[in-house]
């Protein structure tokens, strides 16, 4: 039975995240999966590397699967780039070692999360950046970043509570000005769910002199989800990679 790795990138501006949903087909497994199915000739069921929530857009979304019937990778991609909703689109397509599971084997997702700063017009980025003019300490949020860094029970930085572990890795967080726009880049072993978004949302409050930055790193402490900063918006947030110990 053949295992196969696919990437996919993705504007999530109408789509409701990632996971298939039972009252809607406007998800991007939903829509990926149904023309898979129709290839195939068979149902397909999709595992992603994570669940991008409603309105969050992917540049290399992860996902695998396994069929009974054997079609070559360059057949397969080709009939995806026909098939998918052109806000979908097939980047590469390969066979994967039988046990590989695009979740389960991933090791570190990196997410970046973009914001507008200037009151200059945003007319065509407008769907993939949180616009938000104002005077930010790139500084200040570095220091504050670093302290949020390494391996901390991230609970005040959950939108949902949860009895599982909300333990996790950040390996860094990088901060950079393009123009008009901030850059958060964070990496990690895996999120919470919003935690990308309540993060910048903290950080942001950090750069405007709203809080300190030893302030921010108390919330791991705290674990109080209502103490952290706001969630910033869906659109300015990108799944950007996804690494596996070893190439499948």
Known sequence: MPNYKLILQ?????YRGWQRLSDTDMTVQGKTEAVLSRVFGAPVELQGSG???????????????QT???LPPAELLAALRQYLPEDIGAVSVEYAPPRFHARLSAVEKTY???VWVTDAPCVFQRRFVYVLPG????PAMEEAARLLEGTHDFRAFSAVKT???TVRTLFRISITQAGD???????????????VRILTGTLLE????????????????????????????????CLTSVRYADKP
């Open 51 to 65: 669940r991008t929530d409603a309105g969050v857009h992917a540049l290399a979304q992860t996902a695998s699967f």
């Open 112 to 114: 970046r999360y973009r």
């Open 68 to 70: 009974e019937r054997d």
């Open 10 to 14: 993705y504007d999530g501006s109408r």
């Open 135 to 138: 005077n930010y300490s790139i």
């Open 181 to 195: 726009e901030l850059r958060f880049d964070f990496s990690a072993d895996g999120f919470l769910h919003h935690m």
């Open 163 to 165: 009895k599982k572990s």
């Open 206 to 237: 950090v750069g405007r002199g709203d809080r300190s930055p030893a302030e921010a790193a108390a919330l791991l402490d705290a674990a109080d989800r209502a103490a952290a900063g706001f969630t910033v918006p869906a659109k300015g947030l």
